[in-house]
């Protein structure tokens, strides 16, 4: 069980702690980070997969304004609980958290839908505006369309780090949009915009360097695509994320500075106050790109259940040598009350 010590009524909220622990070799923060996207552990989590994988259907969802995103749905059994899971920020599908988390609840009776963000995956070509962070509407009417499609029986969202607040914040728009939602589990969820950035830039800087390498490798994609729109290759010489933020809202968003942009999808204060969904949100200590310390700047909801762990890292929680991720079995431990 997960659980160790349940929150307590205060102006600030009390985190519930957690069973896990790390392995001793594996209790480094950029371990377990890196382990969670570590190409040589791919083969493992993917072989394991297989049943979810052979089973996974690509579905494109036909938004409103003929916005287009992708997904693929597997098929466990008939009339099962429904999870939508979202990944982070450049990942997609085939993240291997992702992959892992999916396989678990695949083999354990839950359908899964693993939606892809715009412009992640193979997804470029279907919307000709670029990717940003506020593109909130898509996001929870692809949740909808996802609901009126399969008709589950009990309907879960789960979201990673940037997937972790887009999840966040369709649980918070959920019951006005008539999305019965059993229960949003947020896994080290971005919060505050603006914290995340200086994480990055004064961190280890491999994290920028390989945020920075997909980015830019998704932009020109994009460009690529839609030479017509799009001119950006100058833009694109700068290592600096804050400079290429800043020139991409500049010239293709509608806000007047980066402030403004990160504040459309900041999340801190009391965003979540009015959230009437069950919901969790786990963060660890060590994580080196989403500061821990930012839970204590959100507000104590009866709906919402805080979970701190001393270790993890970034959507790591890498549980032994065969490099399982202790998060399948959590979200499992999370869903399993609801699902009945």
């Known amino acids: 069980m997960p659980i160790i010590s349940m929150q307590t009524e205060s102006a600030t909220p009390s985190p519930n702690t957690v069973n896990y622990k790390a392995p001793t070799w594996a209790q480094n923060q950029h371990v377990q980070s890196l382990l969670a996207t570590f190409k040589l552990r791919r083969r493992f989590v993917q072989r394991r997969a297989q049943p979810m994988l052979q089973a996974s259907q690509e579905v494109i969802i036909e938004c409103d304004d003929g916005i287009k995103l992708q997904s693929f749905y597997a098929q466990s059994k008939a009339d099962a609980p429904l999870v939508v899971l979202i990944h982070g920020w450049e990942g997609s599908h085939q993240s291997l958290y992702l992959i892992s988390c999916a396989s678990t609840l695949f083999n354990h009776g839950y359908n899964v839908v693993r939606l892809n963000l715009r412009d992640h995956g193979d997804s470029h070509h279907l919307n000709q505006e670029l990717f940003h962070s506020n593109r909130l509407d898509e996001v929870v009417n692809a949740v909808k369309k996802i609901q009126t499609q399969y008709q589950p029986r009990k309907l879960f969202l789960t979201g990673f780090s940037l997937g972790g607040n887009f999840a966040l914040r369709v649980a918070k728009q959920a019951n006005k949009h008539d999305i019965q939602l059993a229960k949003t589990v947020a896994i080290c969820p971005a919060l505050d915009p603006k914290d995340v950035l200086e994480k990055l830039e004064n961190g280890l800087s491999l994290y920028i360097k390989y945020f920075m390498y997909k980015w830019k490798r998704s932009l020109r994609k994009k460009q690529e695509l839609f030479p017509h729109l799009y ?65 204590y700047d959100l507000p104590v909801n009866p709906n919402i259940q805080y979970f701190l762990s001393e270790h993890g890292g970034h959507c790591g929680f890498i549980k032994n040598s065969k490099l399982h991720s202790w998060l399948d079995d959590f979200l499992l431990e999370q869903f399993k009350l609801k699902a009945d």
């Open 231 to 295: 001119d950006i290759e100058e833009s694109l010489q700068t290592d600096s994320m804050r400079e290429l933020t800043e020139e991409l809202v500049n010239f293709y968003g509608d806000y007047d500075s980066i402030n403004e942009y990160f504040a459309g999808y900041d999340i801190t204060g009391d965003y979540l106050s009015d959230l009437d969904v069950d919901t969790t949100l786990l963060l660890a200590k060590d994580d080196p790109i989403i500061d821990y310390r930012a839970i």
